[in-house]
């Protein structure tokens, strides 16, 4: 997170400092000496989030470097992405739980009550879009599937694909969990994974239209004041971007936004 800046203006031969800015917030957006605070701006949703994203991979895939604060730094969001939206995806045999980031749900062996499970990647070696920020105790990442979708709902079917010779893209947008040195987990015991059983009487039905994962937090600039870091992996594919933040919340709803679980730090 950014540090906290500190300044002296002199008014009236009198020194009175510049207010605190919030960590992981851009200079450019503090309030001056002598002004009111302005009012809370908009918690981000995942429209203007990828919004922001797409604006950044645009940059990267035209090989445009920006550096500096970007005006996201600080801001607050709430981040939907729907997932089992086509079904069961059940892990592979043997990697229960399956660490890559990806939020889906499976059901138990007995054909019974149904898993929802979140395995945030480890990325505190680095991530897709480049190396680990410093002064971070640990970068979880979570990928965000069909980024060029602004709705939080499931995507419309298509076609089944037949030609072999396409190759499914990877995930290319994620958002990195950056937890500050000495900080709390996120409600968990070191188990890495956040996961929750829908039961029902005689075995939970499969949903009609999926279940959401919810994220809440700050962003939170990199280094170098960027908030979205995007690199360019192959030029005949969108570039690899991740967004920065200290998450607060995360928790499964279903499809009609009934909350089922939550976890906050503690």
């Not at 605190?20 to 200079?27: E, F, R, S």
């Not at 997932?83 to 892990?91: K, N, R, S, T, V």
């Not at 138990?108 to 009550?113: E, L, P, V």
Request: net charge negative; aromatic share 6%.
């Amino acid at each position: 997170m950014l540090g906290v800046i500190g300044a002296a203006v002199s008014l009236a031969a009198c020194e009175r400092p510049a207010p605190t800015v919030a960590p992981g917030a851009d200079p450019e957006t503090a309030p001056s000496v002598g002004q009111e605070p302005a009012s809370s701006p908009p918690v981000l949703a995942r429209a203007e989030l990828l919004s922001a994203v797409a604006a950044a991979a645009s940059d990267a895939a035209g090989g445009v470097a920006r550096t500096g604060p970007s005006g996201l730094g600080g801001r607050q969001f709430r981040l939907k992405i729907a997932f089992g939206c086509l079904g069961e995806d059940a892990p592979p045999p043997g990697l229960d739980p399956v660490r890559d980031g990806v939020a889906r749900w499976s059901r138990a062996a007995d054909r019974g009550n149904l898993r929802l499970s979140l395995s945030p990647a480890d990325w505190s070696d680095g991530d897709p879009s480049g190396s680990p920020p410093a002064g971070f105790d640990g970068v979880e990442g979570v990928w965000i599937p069909h980024p060029w979708m602004m709705g939080e709902g499931c995507p419309a079917p298509g076609l089944p694909m037949t030609d072999e010779r396409v190759a499914k893209i990877g995930p290319r947008v994620g958002l990195a969990m950056l937890r500050a040195e000495g900080a709390s987990r996120l409600g968990r015991a070191g188990s890495g994974d956040f996961s929750y059983r829908v039961r029902g009487q005689d075995g939970a039905p499969a949903p009609a239209d999926g279940y959401r994962l919810v994220i809440e937090g700050r962003l939170t600039a990199w280094a170098d004041g960027r908030v979205i870091r995007c690199r360019v992996i192959w030029a005949d594919e969108p570039p690899a971007c991740v967004i920065g933040a200290a998450v607060d919340r995360i928790a499964f709803e279903d499809a009609a936004g009934v909350r089922l679980s939550e976890w906050r730090p503690g």
